[in-house]
């Protein structure tokens, strides 16, 4: 049984890995609104979906240094290094901490594999829709005779006429 200012101590790590949970499963659900985005060809709300994105990972940052100061402030008591892992924790923390901390570790690993997978399949595809914009975009300047495209979709040729682009397609 920890003593009553370790226990104080690991409750104040926990309640701050609850809250590191809570914004790990906020950065989720954003990167999941993104993909939507990405996928609805929903161009106009792409930087929005990306400021979402990134203030999930900026508040993520910010709980992260309130977590290492957690782990310094218990980590001597239970005799472990200040950069102590939660599987470090866990294991000199003794009953019922040991169990509350692997809990926690368990659902990170969960929630960081599944956020690593949103974000490999935002960036592909990212990655898709840059091709087709470069794909369109070397259609269009290697048309034989034709500088553009009437409203029709047809190639047109009327040299010196201005080029608008909408770079939100």
């Not at 990972?57 to 980590?75: S, Y």
């Not at 599987?87 to 960081?112: C, V, Y």
Request: glycine share 4%.
């Amino acid at each position: 049984m920890a003593s009553p200012a370790v226990a104080d101590r690991l409750s104040s790590l926990s309640q701050t890995l609850w809250r590191q949970r809570a914004l790990v499963e906020t950065l989720l659900y954003r990167l999941e609104v993104q993909q939507m985005v990405l996928a609805s060809g929903a161009t106009r709300w792409i930087d929005m979906s990306a400021r979402d994105v990134e203030a999930a990972v900026e508040n993520l940052r910010a709980e992260e240094l309130v977590r290492a100061t957690c782990i310094a402030a218990v980590a001597p008591l239970l005799k472990v290094p200040e950069t102590a892992s939660l599987t470090e924790l866990s294991e000199a923390a003794g009953e019922p901490w040991d169990q509350i901390l692997r809990d926690h570790q368990s659902a990170f690993l969960s929630l960081i594999a599944s956020v690593e997978a949103v974000s490999r399949d935002n960036r592909e595809l990212l990655n898709h829709g840059l091709r087709d914009t470069h794909e369109f975009l070397s259609r269009v300047a290697s048309a034989p005779g034709a500088d553009g495209y009437s409203v029709e979709g047809t190639s047109t040729r009327e040299l010196s006429r201005p080029t608008l682009i909408d770079w939100d397609v």
